[in-house]
């Protein structure tokens, strides 16, 4: 086994070559477990802190959220949505928690549930359906639909391409984020999309 300290230049070498890499080629789940798995090392206290947190919140709301909202469109017509969630990573929340000096509960987008749709109508629709359902946060919405493309390519250049509305509400006492897509090539891209994240391969067709 290795020494202590050996483990920790090694996670430090991981956390600062290896993820990055995988970063930009695109495999974000690979970058999160290098990550996490660095974290754990460099800094053991926090992360164990926050496994034990996700462990005392769980992801059953995540999954009672998406069966909702499956059940929800496809009464209101909207047959063929595909609905993708995820938990957000121990390091993702971690430089929140240590490196922004926020709460647990202050964190806005632990949880995050993707929508995908094959056009506009269907995802102002679904928008206005989980307005409905749930509580909006309030300005904790983005409309990247209606929003110039010009002005999105400047600002953001890696998410012209797509067209994304994005939703933060609250059920239970729990926050969750929301992003409708329209744009079903996406999941065939290994692109880094603002305010879309990397997702469990589970899908719930209504």
């Keep these: 086994a290795w020494q202590k300290q ?3 230049d090694k996670a430090l070498e991981t956390m600062e070559v290896y ?15 290098l990550e996490d798995r660095s974290l754990h090392y460099l800094d053991p206290v926090g992360y164990e802190t926050i496994r034990d947190l996700l462990n005392k919140h769980g992801d059953e709301f995540l999954h009672q959220v998406c069966h909702t909202i499956a059940r929800h469109l496809s ?5 063929k949505a595909t609905i993708r969630h995820r938990v957000k990573s121990i390091y993702g929340i971690y430089r929140k928690m240590y490196m922004q000096n926020k709460d647990f509960e202050e964190i806005y987008d632990i949880y995050a549930v993707r929508i995908i749709l094959d056009n506009v109508p269907e995802c102002y629709t679904a928008l206005g ?5 749930y509580h909006p946060l309030p300005n904790r919405f983005k409309d990247y639909i209606s929003t110039n493309s ?4 400047r600002r953001h250049p890696h998410i012209f391409s797509v067209s994304t509305l994005y939703q933060q509400i609250i059920e239970y006492s729990r926050r969750a984020a929301i992003s409708i897509i329209k744009n079903r090539i996406l999941l065939l891209k290994p692109m880094f999309v603002y305010h879309v994240y990397s997702c469990e391969q589970s899908e719930y067709y209504p």
């Design 6 to 8: 050996k483990r920790r």
């Design 150 to 153: 010009a002005v999105r390519k």
């Design 19 to 33: 993820a990055p890499i995988a970063h930009r080629l695109g495999i974000s789940n690979i970058k999160e477990e």
């Design 75 to 79: 009464e209101n017509g909207i047959q």
């Design 129 to 133: 359906l989980i307005h409905d359902m």
